[in-house]
Nanobody, 121 residues
Framework: QVQLVESGGGLVQPGGSLRLSCAAS??????????MSWYRQAPGKERELVAG????????TSADSVKGRFTISRDNAKNTVYLQMNSLKPDDTAVYYC????????????WGQGTQVTVSS
C-alpha cells in the first residue's frame, strides 16, 4: 500500500510563506522512480497543476500564477517532495495535493489526501 502524506498547510496572511511536504511510503515503492507534482483545488474550481518535478530532479511549473513565487524540490533520501510557497495571495487558497506517477508507467498514479492552505488577513 503506497501512501502519500501531505503536511505543512495552514492559515497564513497575504505575503506570507508556507512550506508543504509530501512524504511517500509503501512496500516496494521506489520514490526515485516517480515524477512528483503538486496540484491544488479551490472551492468550486477544477483541480489544477501547480508544479512538477521529474524523477531525475528536472523542474517544471504549469500555473503562470505561481511562477517566481513557488518552488518545488525533492529529497530522494527522505522520500519527500516539497513546495515552498512565498508571497502568498488569497487566490492561493485551496487544498493542495501531491501526486506520484511512475516513470514509464503512467497508469501507476498515487494521490495524497490533501492539505488545506488558507491565505487571509
Amino acid at each position: 500500500q503506497v501512501q502519500l502524506v501531505e503536511s505543512g498547510g495552514g492559515l497564513v496572511q497575504p505575503g506570507g510563506s508556507l512550506r508543504l511536504s509530501c512524504a511517500a511510503s509503501g512496500f516496494g515503492f521506489t520514490f526515485s522512480r516517480y515524477a512528483m507534482s503538486w496540484y491544488r483545488q479551490a472551492p468550486g474550481k477544477e483541480r489544477e497543476l501547480v508544479a512538477g518535478i521529474t524523477s531525475a530532479g528536472g523542474i517544471t511549473t504549469s500555473a503562470d500564477s505561481v511562477k517566481g513565487r513557488f518552488t518545488i524540490s525533492r529529497d530522494n533520501a527522505k522520500n519527500t517532495v516539497y513546495l515552498q510557497m512565498n508571497s502568498l495571495k488569497p487566490d492561493d487558497t485551496a487544498v493542495y495535493y501531491c501526486k506520484a506517477v511512475r516513470d514509464g508507467l503512467s497508469s501507476r498514479v498515487y494521490w495524497g489526501q490533501g492539505t488545506q492552505v488558507t491565505v487571509s488577513s
